[in-house]
């Protein structure tokens, strides 16, 4: 047995909640393994719609497990929001959401730290979410957090105290912005009580022995490859690895242990906050794809940034990633596209290439692109890959091709049914 892995290859937003839910049927457990509340993952299906931040999307199938693994970020506020439309909709959730007890909780003044680091920035402002997501992992990784098991310590005001100190101190160096401090921790410990209801388990040992009892796992990512924090446009990034390898520290499984990484792209891109973004659209063609595609940030409402389908970058991340079969989603957004046009190669330095420049950031690359045909009809009611129109499976070929990995899926609207399997996605767990 082996953990599967669903990630997102771009820069986040690519359909991941969709495809989780919709594969989680023939899983057992499924786990979060880094992030937060930063990340938005969509699910709708029997008309309704769900925007999950820190739950897995496996919670709306009817006996799976969904655990919140190590490597997440958890705001006790956003998780209680979260339950409680849980509990609107009826879901049974009691006994299959479970906390690992290594998991780092964001504090209120997480939150105002990751506002104040923002406005001391300036123009330069990474475009954070806003949920407290880098101050945590610094505190994770300066050894100060305090984590989902210290909830049940006696002596956890006091450290909650402590810490809480340190983060005033810290925040008089930065401009004063508004924060109601004293709301927003009363909010926070009454957060804290719902926690306190949920199941803890020690992540790295639960998953581990699932694995030997043979149980079917898979690792839903958040965010994109591309605000890794190691090898996406830094700065301009989140706070985790939310590449494949980021399954091993946030779950705490073995190397070994990874089965199959399907990763998704979008049949074109976007992004949400500042940084480079080499075939972005800033024009009448982005504008349309954003009204086309519904692109508005799912956690902060922002208009997402637009553009074509990038190869070298996904090249990129198809490398990080070690990716072995590809879901292409939001096809059916260039439905109207008289034409398509696919980055094959970034001009820098004088020469066409295929590779990432080392700082995006301060290397002005200019992409050259190929075009395609746009097939121009509506994808409504297909449900085989055969029955795509010509010009759509050349465009999904020939993305196969570049990229040198199978597509397995393509998805053809934002409804879990709407989704057509284009050969049978293997499952290794
Ligand atoms: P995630 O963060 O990767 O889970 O993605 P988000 O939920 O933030 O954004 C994806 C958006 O596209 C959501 O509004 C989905 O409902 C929607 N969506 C997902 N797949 C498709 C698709 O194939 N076509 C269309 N039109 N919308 C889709
Ligand atoms: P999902 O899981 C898109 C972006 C933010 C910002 C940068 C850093 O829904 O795909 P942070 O709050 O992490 O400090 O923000 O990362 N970002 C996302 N963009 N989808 C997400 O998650 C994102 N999570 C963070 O916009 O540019
Ligand atoms: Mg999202």
Redesign the pocket.
């Given at each position: 047995m082996a953990v599967d892995v669903i990630l997102?290859l771009q820069w986040?937003?690519?359909?991941?909640?969709?495809i989780v839910d919709y594969l989680a049927e023939r899983y057992d457990i499924i786990t979060r393994f880094q992030g937060g509340p930063n990340?938005?993952?969509?699910l709708?299906f029997d008309g309704q719609k769900f925007v999950l931040h820190t739950i897995p999307s496996g919670i709306f199938r009817p006996t799976q497990i969904n655990l919140i693994g190590n490597g997440v970020v958890i705001d006790p506020i956003t998780l209680e929001k979260e339950i409680q439309k849980l509990e609107a909709a009826s879901v049974d959730y009691h006994e299959r959401l479970l906390i690992a007890r290594k998991a780092h909780l964001i504090l209120p003044t997480h939150r105002y730290l990751d506002a104040a680091s923002e406005a001391a920035k300036g123009k330069a402002k990474i475009g954070s979410t806003l949920k407290g997501i880098g101050p945590t992992y610094m505190d994770k990784t300066g050894r100060n957090g305090m984590r989902a098991g210290d909830i049940l310590r006696p002596d956890f005001e006091a450290r909650y105290a402590a810490l809480q100190e340190k983060h005033l101190q810290l925040l008089q160096i930065y401009p004063s912005i508004e924060f109601d401090l004293a709301g927003e921790e009363a909010k926070w410990f009454a957060s804290l009580e719902k926690m306190r209801q949920l199941q803890q388990v020690d992540g790295e040992y639960y998953i581990n022995q699932a694995l030997k009892d043979g149980r079917r796992i898979l690792a839903e990512g958040a965010q994109g490859s591309m605000l890794d924090v190691d090898f996406g446009t830094y700065p301009f990034v989140t706070s985790s690895n939310t590449i494949s390898s980021g399954v091993c520290n946030g779950l705490g499984v073995a190397p070994s242990q990874i089965g199959e990484v399907i990763g998704i792209s979008k049949a074109y891109c976007t992004r949400v906050g500042s940084g480079p973004f080499p075939t972005e659209e800033d024009n009448a063609t982005g504008e349309r794809l954003r009204s086309e595609?519904?692109e508005f940030g799912?956690t902060t409402g922002r208009p997402r940034r637009c553009g074509w389908i990038d190869l070298p970058q996904l090249h990129y991340t198809v490398m990080l990633n070690g990716v072995t079969q590809l879901v292409i989603?939001?096809i059916?957004?260039l439905n109207n596209f008289e034409s398509i046009r696919a980055a094959t190669h970034y001009h820098y330095d004088g020469a066409d290439r295929e590779t990432l420049p080392y700082d995006l950031c301060s290397v002005e690359v200019e992409p050259r692109y190929r075009d395609f045909p746009g097939w121009q009809t509506s994808l409504e009611g297909i449900e085989s890959y055969a029955g795509l129109p010509a010009g759509a499976r050349d465009y999904l070929q020939a993305l196969e091709a570049q990229l040198g990995v199978p597509v397995t899926m393509v998805?053809?609207?934002?409804d879990r049914k709407?989704l057509i399997l284009k050969e049978e996605v293997r499952v290794m767990g």
């Open positions: 997102g986040g937003d690519e359909g991941k909640g969709k990340a938005g993952h969509t709708i595609g519904g799912a989603t939001k059916d957004v998805s053809t609207g934002p709407q």
